[in-house]
């Protein structure tokens, strides 16, 4: 309640001067000049911050949360899932990092196709058929053998030790766990990792203790990734597997791998920005809509004015269009990557733009070139260390609580990833989003994401980082985040405050945070044919700020949601 308030406070503030939010009297956001990590659990945040102060690195530190995570946000952190991390590092490097899940090798393109092929959509999210191969613990020892200084077992210390000794559990922590109970209940590893032995509910107070869980992080820290993907680990997986009807196999997790991909750069006047390149959507959407932004003049406009929001809600309508039907896993399918953030293209993806009038996303298709999704329960972190090293990751199980899977006698959680493919081309995910023959299901290949992990550079400094959770919406929330910096000189606190708005294409709707847009404009937007849908919030984000000279580093977690700043 008291963040809801927090919320409606710093929004009302916003609209005392849309002509000058830059000195809205919003709560200036603390500084620091080690080190600084943003996450959604004060736990994961202050496991982080403990790796920094050792004196590891940014990317121990990211390792550190990633695991610190699994332990205390089990909705949404894992080791049973996947998701993407960008970095830059002390000498300028800047990289990327797919491990996002792969489907497994007896995935077949019509597994959720029932006699008449329709889609049955349980069978995407819930129970032994949902999980895709897990990436996470691949992913995280990956980038520490590349960029960390410290060894694993120092940097997954905090997360074992908040698995074995527990940790006190908040009202959020408790809420989460007891509205998923029901359904936890139905299979019995996750019966008996998250139910009470009494079944009585969770409350904010008790003490959460996983030995199963800190068991499997003992054997990750000692083996690395062999201490997940084979040996003891890798066995629980597949009886679990047969237990509940799934298909990944032993060799399925000996055989997967993270990947290094290209970063997609996009320029913004002073500003470059990195981003994931698909399977994840993110960077795409944000490099295409930001040269649109640009064809249009956006920086004429004030933030959230009706002439704002039309043009931001026009430019992501075409982009989520070509999201949809262009991009996949790019091993698997030929994406015309270099057509797609053609400046040219863009161009004339814009042209046919009325100041005055809405498009019709029936009329909006994909844009003719020459050759899906997270829910709220992604979660987001990044961290910055003194020495210049930014890292951020984008992680999830994809719905809250994944596939409500638990692997017995290991503790944690699988993934319900194998929803993010387009089952049935043409038919809508759990997020509302329609997939093409690009994202259709094949084995070992990717499914296509919403993931947005982001930096930004000045002057060939790092001075943001950001993204968040809330399937498509990750890239609509994270692209205004860096507009309110950007754009109108914000802070962290106050770019991360700002109302939203997020447009997918498809469903045709314009959709605003409903308590913090005025009636007027509101009206005029409808004035312009667009079908606004006042919902709740729009993402929950986190960003981490950096001065140009790179002394000063500053946090924000979102308000909207849970959220922590840890820094020194």
């Known amino acids: 309640m008291l963040r809801i308030l927090v919320t409606l406070l710093l929004s009302a503030l916003f609209f005392i001067s849309q002509q000058d939010l830059s000195t809205a009297q919003v709560s200036q956001p603390e500084n620091y000049q080690n080190g600084v990590v943003t996450s959604a659990d004060r736990y994961a945040s202050e496991a982080g911050l403990e790796i920094l102060q050792k004196g590891g690195n940014a990317i121990d530190a990211a390792v550190a949360v990633q695991f610190a995570l699994a332990v205390t946000l089990p909705r949404a952190g894992n080791i049973g899932g996947g998701g993407f991390m960008v970095l830059h590092t002390d000498d300028g490097e800047i990289n990327t990092l797919d491990f996002r899940e792969k489907a497994p090798s007896r995935a077949t393109r019509d597994m959720y196709l029932d006699d008449e ?268 260390d003194r020495y210049g090293n930014v890292v951020a990751v984008n992680t999830t199980l994809n719905g809250s609580f994944g596939s409500f899977v638990t692997v017995t006698d290991a503790g944690f959680l699988l993934n319900n990833e194998m929803d993010d493919f387009s089952a049935k081309p043409g038919e809508p995910n759990m997020f509302g989003l329609i997939g093409a023959e690009a994202n259709s299901i094949e084995p070992g290949k990717r499914m296509l994401s919403s993931m947005s992990p982001t930096i930004a550079l000045k002057n060939g400094r790092p001075v943001f980082a950001g993204g968040g959770a809330g399937g498509p919406r990750i890239i609509t929330a994270t692209l205004q985040n860096f507009l309110n910096m950007a754009l109108f000189e914000m802070n962290a606190e106050q770019a991360i405050a700002a109302p939203r708005i997020h447009h997918q294409w498809l469903p045709d709707r314009l959709f605003v945070e409903g308590l913090y847009f005025s009636d007027d404009t509101v009206k005029k937007l409808e004035s312009y044919g667009h079908q606004v849908q006042k919902i709740g919030n729009i993402a929950l984000t986190h960003i981490i700020m950096i001065n140009e000279e790179g002394s000063v580093m500053s946090g924000a977690s979102d308000s909207r949601g849970d959220g922590y700043v840890a820094g020194y």
């Open 117 to 384: 092929r329709e889609f049955v959509s349980d069978k995407s999210k819930i129970g032994g058929l949902a999980p895709g191969v897990p990436g996470t613990v691949d992913g995280m020892v990956t980038a520490l053998e590349r960029y960390g200084t410290l060894a694993l077992e120092i940097v997954m210390e905090p997360a074992i030790r908040l698995a074995e000794e527990g940790y006190i559990l908040t009202h959020s922590h408790a809420r989460s766990l007891n509205r998923a109970a029901d359904r936890l209940r139905e299979f019995d590893g996750s019966k008996e990792a998250f139910i009470k032995t009494d079944s009585s509910p969770w409350e904010a107070g008790d003490r959460f203790i996983q030995k199963d869980l800190a068991e499997t992080l003992k054997r990750i820290a000692s083996m690395g990734r062999r201490g997940f993907y084979s040996g003891l680990t890798g066995r629980l997986i597949v009886e679990e597997m047969n237990r509940v009807g799934g298909i990944i196999t032993l060799r399925d997790l000996r055989d997967y791998k993270s990947v290094w991909r290209e970063p997609i750069k996009a320029e913004f006047y002073d500003y470059e920005l990195f981003m994931m390149p698909p399977p994840s959507s993110g960077g795409v959407v944000i490099k295409q809509v930001l040269n649109m932004l640009a064809e249009m003049n956006i920086d004429n406009y004030s933030l959230n004015s009706a002439d704002y929001v039309h043009r931001l809600a026009e430019a992501l309508r075409r982009s989520f269009a070509d999201r949809n039907y262009w991009l996949g896993d790019p091993d698997f399918f030929e994406i015309p990557l270099s057509e797609l953030l053609d400046e040219n293209y863009l161009s004339n993806r814009i042209s046919d733009f009325n100041p005055e009038l809405a498009s019709s996303s029936d009329s909006v298709t994909q844009g003719q070139v020459n050759s899906v999704l997270e829910s709220d329960e992604t979660t987001h972190f990044n961290v910055a």
